[in-house]
Structures are given as structure tokens and as C-alpha cells.
């Protein structure tokens, strides 16, 4: 079974629309770390999470870690083009590396 | 601005050849991974180095693959001989890893290997 589950997969939204991308880990988090990939290209850190209730924010975007559920969220608020690409999470289990969710590939249409 | 940068951006090779990637990771920062992205298995970590040191490279198919970073300012990985199923997007990553604090990995732009 994978280490790291997100969810949804895909997710299409109307320009505006608020969002929500979930990653649950089976193991222990020391670090919950959020990416954003467009096509082509390399991964853009958005946000580290390590103590458990932490939420943290930048423009429209704002991501949870739920540590007794091993449990992050990422909420995009009025989502716009510029957010569309693939949002990866990435946990720490102490491994001191991280390993990859699959992805959740974002579409904003206009 | 500090980046990561790998080269080549694109390679396209033929079964059997030999494949080097290239890595500069951005100065100052002490731990180097390597990671492979496919369609199939999403991104992979085959390798990573704490002060030029392997720390683990369990992910990387050992026959075929080597990593090493012969100064502070290169980390390379080589494949061969190359076979199709290596077919990816190799990505490398920095970051200042200390005990406690967080470990942030900055990316490159990535090599995408096309082995025919």
C-alpha cells in the first residue's frame, strides 16, 4: 500500500472556486511538505508543516496538518488560472528524505 | 537568484549507451537526493547524499545505476548501459538538512531521459 495517499486525483474547478486537496500518510509525520509541479518542469516548494495543528498561509493558499490523524490539507480559496498544475505532498517519516504522494492535478477554467 | 540546475534538460539515447546526468546544487546547502518521476510510479527517490556522503541509495537499481558527488559543487548519476524501461524525468534536489529543523528540498528543472 502507498505510504502517501492524496485525493482527489483530479480536480477541475470554474474560475473563483474555492478547493480542497487531501494527503493522509500511514506512518508517523516529522514534516508534511506541500509542492506545486506545472508540466515540464521542476517542483515548487509551497509550504513545510511540522507541528501538529500548524496552518500556514501564502496569497490563497492555505495548508493544515492534522498530526494525530497523520493528516494534511490544502485549501485554495477563489482559485485562478495560475494555480492549475499538479500539487504534490511530501512527507518526512524520519527517513530524512521525503516520500512523494501521486499527485493532484489542479485544471482552472476560466 | 539560487537554483538548482541540471543538464542535460533533454537526452535521447539508444538501449546500451551510457547516460550521465549532471547536478550543481544551490551553495551552502549540505544534503543532495535524487529522484526518478514516471506516469506509472509518480517520484521515486533513488539516492540521496548528506556533506558529499551516500546516505541511501536503496531506491536505485545498483547494477545499472551510480551516484556520486566528486565536490561540493556536483552530484552526478550515471546509468549504463541504459535500457527503455529508464525512460523518466530525473530530478535533483537540494537542501540544508539539520537535526530538529525542517527539510525544505529545492528542485531542478530536471533531465527527461528518452532511452529508445
Known amino acids: 500500500s502507498q505510504e502517501l495517499e492524496q485525493s482527489p486525483q483530479s480536480l477541475i474547478v470554474q474560475e473563483g472556486k474555492n478547493l480542497t486537496i487531501n494527503c493522509t500518510s500511514s506512518?508517523?509525520?516529522?514534516?508534511l511538505y506541500w509542492y506545486k509541479q506545472k508540466y515540464g518542469e521542476g517542483l515548487i516548494f509551497l509550504m513545510m508543516?511540522?507541528?501538529?495543528?500548524e496552518e500556514k498561509s501564502h496569497e490563497k493558499i492555505t495548508a493544515k496538518l492534522d498530526e494525530k490523524k497523520q493528516q494534511s490539507s490544502l485549501h485554495i480559496t477563489a482559485s485562478q488560472p495560475s494555480h492549475a498544475g499538479i500539487y504534490l505532498c511530501g512527507a518526512d517519516t524520519g527517513r530524512r528524505a521525503l516520500t512523494f504522494g501521486s499527485g493532484t492535478r489542479l485544471q482552472v477554467q476560466p | 537568484d539560487a537554483r538548482v540546475t541540471q543538464t542535460p534538460r533533454h537526452k535521447v539515447t539508444e538501449m546500451g549507451q551510457e547516460v550521465t546526468m549532471r547536478c550543481q546544487p544551490i551553495l551552502g546547502h549540505n544534503t543532495v537526493f535524487w529522484y526518478r518521476q514516471t506516469m506509472m510510479q509518480g517520484l521515486e527517490l533513488l539516492a540521496y547524499?548528506?556533506?558529499?556522503?551516500?546516505?541511501?541509495d536503496s531506491g536505485m537499481p545498483k547494477d545499472r545505476f551510480s551516484a556520486e558527488m566528486p565536490d561540493a559543487t556536483l552530484a552526478t548519476l550515471k546509468i549504463q548501459p541504459s535500457e527503455p524501461r529508464d525512460s523518466a524525468v530525473y530530478f535533483c534536489a537540494s537542501g540544508l538538512v539539520l537535526e530538529r529543523m525542517g527539510n525544505i528540498q529545492y528542485f531542478g528543472a530536471g533531465t527527461r531521459l528518452s532511452v529508445l
Open positions: 547524499f548528506r556533506n558529499r556522503a551516500p546516505l541511501d
Open positions: 506512518k508517523t509525520l516529522y514534516g
Open positions: 508543516l511540522q507541528k501538529g495543528g
